[in-house]
C-alpha cells in the first residue's frame, strides 16, 4: 500500500520498520528541546509528519512496548485513529506513568504507527439477537483457569 506523507520540516524522520516482520513502524518525535515528563504527567509530542491516507483506511498511533514497561511512557488514549480526512501535524498523546520523570529528546521513537482497513457500518435496530454460547456473560465469565487446563 502507497501512503503520502508530507514533512513538515526538512529534517523531520520518516516513520520506519525496525524488524523485517514488524506490523507496525516507530514514528520519532520531533522537538526543539528536550522535554521532560514528571510521573502522572501529559504531554503531546510532535512528529513533524503530516499523512493522505487511502479511502477506507485509518493510522493506528500504539505505545511501544519498551517505553511502556521500562520507563511506564504509554498513550493517554489506548490507541489512537487518525482519520483519512485529517492532514494535520500528527501528535503523539503521551502520559508518565512511571514513578520518576522521563526525558524525551528530538528523534525518539515515541510510539508504532500502523495503516489498517476498516469497513464503514449501518446500525440495523432489532427486538432481539441469536443466542450464542457466550450469551451476556461479560468481564471473567470465562473464568481465570489456562485454558485446556487438567486442574
Request: hydrophobic share 40%; charged share 20%; proline share 5%.
Amino acid at each position: 500500500m502507497h501512503v503520502k506523507i508530507q514533512k513538515q520540516y526538512d529534517d523531520a524522520l520518516l516513520p520506519q520498520y525496525q524488524t523485517k516482520h514488524a506490523a507496525a513502524m516507530d514514528v520519532h518525535a520531533y522537538l526543539a528541546e528536550p522535554l521532560t515528563l514528571q510521573p502522572l504527567e501529559r504531554a503531546m509530542i510532535p512528529t513533524g509528519l503530516a499523512f493522505e491516507l487511502p479511502e477506507g483506511t485509518e493510522l493506528q498511533v500504539r505505545a511501544r512496548s519498551g517505553l511502556s514497561m521500562k520507563h511506564g511512557i504509554t498513550m493517554v488514549n489506548g490507541i489512537g485513529t487518525i482519520d483519512a480526512d485529517y492532514r494535520g501535524e500528527l501528535h503523539i498523546l503521551v502520559i508518565n506513568l512511571g514513578q520518576e520523570p522521563f526525558t524525551i529528546e528530538h528523534g525518539l521513537r515515541v510510539a508504532q504507527l500502523l495503516v489498517a482497513r476498516y469497513e464503514k457500518v449501518t446500525w440495523q435496530p432489532v427486538g432481539t439477537l441469536a443466542e450464542s454460547d457466550r450469551g451476556t456473560g461479560g468481564f471473567g465469565s470465562t473464568g481465570f483457569d489456562k485454558k485446556g487446563s487438567d486442574d
